[in-house]
């Protein structure tokens, strides 16, 4: 036995204006849970909540920070007296701070890095010191990295849906499959073709060619 699902009747004309009616009709309504803050609302509207009590029930105030103890604040009031104490003396000139090497912001990001430290060259990667061996071993790789990138052709986004695509070695392809190796180099219509793929970028599905 198939089942049928009811469609219900769409409202009338006189609905949708009564609707239309009630909503140009604005009033002021109070929060339903606080009942501290409230704003204007739509006629069809008969209750609200506020912003404030939203937030609350999506994501809870955070908990109040923990209490110190008596030893944790003496360490803290301790540890504040000795900072002021360098402070007065650095200023005084009666000790000198330690200069801190800068290698510039983000060196310790970086896969390969070198410097002069104290007339010696130092060798970093990714902010860990290293060998000499190691880092010329990390840069062969980076260069081999870089030229397998480089021989990769650069092809449009979604070229392999394209009806037809030409590389720029003059290869052609038919839905990403090669129907016809470019042994020679493009004629100036196949150029034209692929500098308006290159500047439309559009992947054409399903169509045709008109022969």
């Known amino acids: 036995m198939a089942l049928f699902k009811k469609r219900g009747r769409k409202p009338g004309k006189g609905t949708v204006k009564t609707r239309d009616e009630l909503k140009k009709k604005r009033h002021w309504l109070d929060c339903a849970e606080c009942g501290a803050d409230g704003g204007w609302v739509d006629g069809d509207v008969t209750s609200m909540i506020c912003g404030l ?3 609350k029930k999506v994501a809870p105030p955070p908990a109040p920070p923990k209490k110190l103890t008596a030893d944790e604040k003496a360490k803290r009031e301790k540890q504040r007296a000795e900072r002021k ?11 000198v701070p330690e200069k801190k090497f800068s290698f510039g912001r983000g060196w310790h990001k970086r ?10 060259t130092k060798y970093f990667s990714q902010g860990k ?26 092809r449009v986004r979604g070229w392999h849906f394209m009806e037809k695509f030409v590389d720029e070695k003059g290869n052609l392809f038919k839905k990403g499959k090669l129907v016809k190796k470019g042994t ?28």
């Open 53 to 55: 009590c939203v937030q």
């Open 111 to 120: 896969i390969l890095f070198k410097t002069e430290l104290d007339g010696k």
């Open 85 to 95: 104490k360098y402070l007065l003396a650095v200023a005084r000139g009666e000790i």
């Open 129 to 154: 010191e290293i060998t000499k061996a190691k880092y010329a071993k990390i840069e062969k790789e980076q260069v081999k990295k870089a030229d397998v990138k480089a021989k990769k052709p650069a």
């Open 184 to 211: 020679k180099e493009p004629t100036v219509k196949e150029l034209e073709q692929l500098m308006n793929q290159q500047l439309n970028g559009k992947v054409k599905r399903g169509k045709k060619d008109a022969k």
